[in-house]
């Protein structure tokens, strides 16, 4: 059973690797962003956002009840949480932007540090 499990627990150890790369990567671009770093900047941002829609799916799952006659075990387990995983890729990749998280977090890092935000005058 141990030797089963290996593969997905080395699957899952380098996607959490891979996402804190991510994380760490978003962190040294903010700021002023040259045009060499921007499409660097855009990957990464739409990989956040990816991360959030796969996290999204998978919550959603879990309020669908399972039935034991269509249920296919732990294979079934591993190619829907794949599956989800690219389709959460897929959605933020999309040219149409995915749900919008990218592009607000991309127009956040991309502002230069010393920009102060507009003042808010509704009121």
């Known amino acids: 059973m ?3 499990l290996s593969p997905l627990t080395d699957y899952r150890t380098l996607r959490a ?3 804190e790369g991510a994380l760490d990567r978003l962190k040294r671009l903010s ?3 040259p ?3 921007d499409d660097e900047l ?4 739409e990989e956040l956002e990816s991360l959030f829609i796969y996290l999204l799916l998978k919550e959603m799952r879990k309020t669908v009840p399972e039935t034991k006659l269509f249920h296919g075990g732990r294979a079934e387990e591993i190619f829907r949480d794949l ?3 690219e389709l959460a890729r897929q ?3 999309a040219r149409g932007g995915g749900i919008g998280i990218a592009d607000m977090l991309y127009r956040q890092l991309s ?4 920009a102060a935000p507009a003042p808010d005058t509704a009121g």
Do not use: I, T
């Not at 855009?42 to 941002?45: A, E, I, L, R, T």
């Not at 502002?111 to 010393?114: E, L, N, V, W």
């Open 91 to 93: 959605l933020a990749h």
């Open 42 to 45: 855009k990957y990464y941002c």
């Open 31 to 33: 700021g002023h962003v």
């Open 35 to 37: 045009p060499a770093v």
């Open 17 to 19: 690797q891979a996402q």
């Open 2 to 4: 141990e030797a089963f």
């Open 111 to 114: 502002r230069p540090a010393s």
């Open 83 to 85: 599956h989800d995983e």
